[in-house]
């Protein structure tokens, strides 16, 4: 049987129904966060305004409330970028991505002594500490520029398992984070790369291996045992390249309404492809992502990135990049007085 095709409006219209931006639903934060493989916390606000873009009724209490009852966790996960992702996928997802993402961090330098991490490790348990007081545990200044000091920070951290306590993902949340060890206890790699690719192709599937290297920053050889253990049915794109997805994952119609979405700064659904065509159109791209890796705020027309949105007090504005409808540009400012109300 021949494979079956998907057209790029197919897919667009697949990834926004994963990503629970054709319809807002009633779920709980960590719920979503789980069917959304994850939620970027660069910016401690970025995972309240994801999740008022995808749920009914959400409120950044029910957040804060699971972060503080460890059902959701901040953790330096995919690309070594800091996520939010449910208690439950925490391990799998750490286990499956740790390797690479200490390489990111501490590429070029040796790993410390194992006292020094057991130094470390001990005072964090104690109490938290912030990155001050685990330098100067480890020596540095505070302030150090230094590659490699700051890389050997990095391996501390990483051979510590030393993650931000829950204060530092509330919404208002400003100053240093504090960090205290992560006792979970972490599945085999194998099983745990499985689990990341499965829970990647539910979130944003069909994809290609290079989409889930993309996303998850781990190189494609060290995925192939994943995907060699899994059932994965085989489609293709318009230009010919094999995506993979779950047999029973769900496709979209290329002609399902997409509402006008906002997103805020960093969005996942904006990094997770390593062609992001498919919701981000390639003549728009460097003006959304720029080169140091800032990804803007930006908003969804017709299920693709047609602008960018800022707060100015109490008001969204909206910037367009190119004329809008008029019925379309109702309901993006429609959603945009929304969001503002929900600001406050």
Do not use: C
């Not at 970027?40 to 970025?46: D, R």
């Amino acid at each position: 049987m021949a494979e079956r095709v998907l057209t790029q409006r197919e897919l667009n219209r697949t990834t926004l129904l994963r990503q629970l931006l054709l319809r807002r639903e009633r779920l709980s934060p960590a719920r979503a966060i789980e069917q959304l493989a994850g939620l970027q916390a660069q910016l401690p606000s970025s995972p309240y305004l994801a999740l008022w873009a995808r749920l009914e009724g959400f409120e950044r209490a029910s957040l804060e409330r699971a972060l503080t009852q460890r059902r959701v966790v901040k953790a330096l996960l995919m690309r070594a970028t800091m996520h939010l992702v449910s208690a439950r996928d925490y391990p799998y997802l750490d286990a499956a991505v740790r390797e690479a993402r200490t390489l990111i961090r501490a590429r070029g330098t040796e790993p410390p002594p194992d006292e020094l991490v057991r130094k470390v490790v001990a005072l964090a348990r104690d109490r938290p500490r912030t990155r001050t007081e685990i330098m100067q545990a480890l020596g540095f200044q505070s302030r150090t520029q230094d590659p490699g000091e700051i890389r050997m920070l990095f391996w501390v951290m990483a051979l510590g398992r030393l993650e931000q306590t829950p204060e530092s993902a509330l919404y208002a949340f400003r100053g240093s984070p504090t960090y205290e060890p992560a006792d979970h206890d972490r599945p085999p790699s194998a099983e745990a790369v499985t689990y990341a690719i499965r829970r990647y192709l539910a979130a944003f599937g069909p994809a290609t291996r290079a989409d889930v290297s993309q996303w998850s920053g781990v190189p494609i050889r060290d995925l192939a045992p994943g995907f060699d253990a899994l059932a994965l049915r085989s489609l293709r794109d318009e230009n010919g390249r094999e995506l993979v997805d779950l047999p029973r994952a769900p496709l979209a119609p290329a002609d399902a309404p997409a509402p006008p979405r906002l997103l805020p700064r960093w969005d996942e659904l904006l990094l997770a492809h390593k062609d992001r065509t498919r919701v981000l159109p390639d003549k728009v791209r460097r003006t959304v992502i720029h080169k140091n890796g800032d990804v803007q705020q930006t908003f969804l027309v017709d299920g693709f990135v047609a602008g960018l949105w800022r707060q100015e007090g109490g008001r969204i504005a909206l910037e367009p990049f190119a004329p809008l409808p008029r019925a379309v540009k109702r309901e993006l400012e429609d959603e945009a007085a929304r969001l503002a109300a929900w600001l406050g």
